[in-house]
């Protein structure tokens, strides 16, 4: 007897992950409303598009870009993600009025679940950014501050320019520290102690120590950074994408593991890669002395 699975068309076989796909962001006609939205091949290009006041987050497009980076798991044509911001600066942070204003109000009222509720949201949004499987590149050029900072760090690569100036500045508004898991994040990227003086001080980062300290792969002339970090996402875009979201998958999970554990963890996702049809090309073209086209699967 012929069983259903083969004789079933291959278009059928090809949508049936789809079938279990929550219907959510429509990347394929995705207008957000609070900030700019570009495609170019499998490339995705956030801007941050608020320049008369350095692009403030506010309420709205902190949830906007949870909801979209949460949603970017399912979005195969979208292979990299780029952040950047306009004008000539990244991020100035949360919206001192539209943002700290309230924040202080529920203050004054004892609402301690709405402070809560909001430095969870904010929380939520590093999450997304890090469980997306595709790799994000920070463009990061002028203010990069508060909010923004973060943003920059919980990106997989940063770009920067000798001008720009980075801040984990919440200790300078009475906060500490620790916000949307920069006490995690931030000493991986610069070490310990770097992390400790900025994240006490929160004194700013010229673009040379950043890029001397490990917080940028890279310094750029600000006219040229976006395409820069274009050109980087793109060929991310053309390699063995697959391989790339294990990457970031178990660069994310081995921080709470031991040595053991991680060589494990890596040995079971190498051969998952190993099952991937990109494996078999890149053996193709090298018996053939050509280079590969990887297609992601």
Request: charged letters at 20%.
């Amino acid at each position: 007897m012929t069983s259903v699975v083969a004789t079933a068309p291959a278009a059928a076989q090809a949508d049936t992950a789809a079938r279990f796909r929550p219907t959510r962001v429509d990347f394929k006609n995705f207008k957000p409303q609070h900030f700019l939205w570009q495609v170019d091949g499998s490339v995705a290009t956030i801007t941050l598009n608020r320049p008369e006041r350095k692009n403030p987050l506010t309420l709205e497009s902190y949830s906007e870009l949870r909801d979209t980076f949460r949603d970017l798991v399912y979005a195969d044509n979208i292979k990299t993600v780029v952040i950047t911001g306009a004008g000539g600066n990244f991020c100035s942070g949360g919206d001192v009025h539209e943002i700290i204003g309230p924040l202080v109000e529920m203050q004054r009222k004892g609402d301690m679940a709405g402070l809560l509720a909001f430095t969870r949201m904010t929380g939520d949004l590093v999450r997304a950014m890090r469980a997306c499987p595709q790799p994000i590149v920070a463009a990061v050029d002028g203010i990069c501050a508060g909010a923004g900072a973060i943003l920059a760090m919980a990106s997989d690569l940063r770009y920067g320019t000798e001008r720009s100036k980075v801040a984990f500045l919440f200790v300078r508004v009475g906060l500490a520290g620790a916000d949307m898991g920069a006490c995690n994040v931030l000493p991986r990227i610069i070490g310990a102690g770097r992390a400790a003086e900025l994240l006490y001080t929160g004194r700013s980062m010229a673009g040379p120590e950043a890029e001397r300290w490990g917080f940028y792969n890279k310094l750029c002339a600000p006219e040229v950074l976006l395409a820069d970090a274009q050109a980087l996402a793109k060929s991310l875009a053309e390699g063995p994408t697959f391989g790339h979201a294990m990457t970031k998958r178990c660069i994310h999970q081995e921080w709470s593991m031991g040595i053991d554990d991680a060589i494990e963890a890596e040995a079971q996702a190498q051969a998952i890669c190993m099952q991937t049809k990109d494996y078999e090309r890149a053996y193709e073209a090298f018996v053939a002395k050509a280079k590969p086209v990887f297609k992601g699967n």
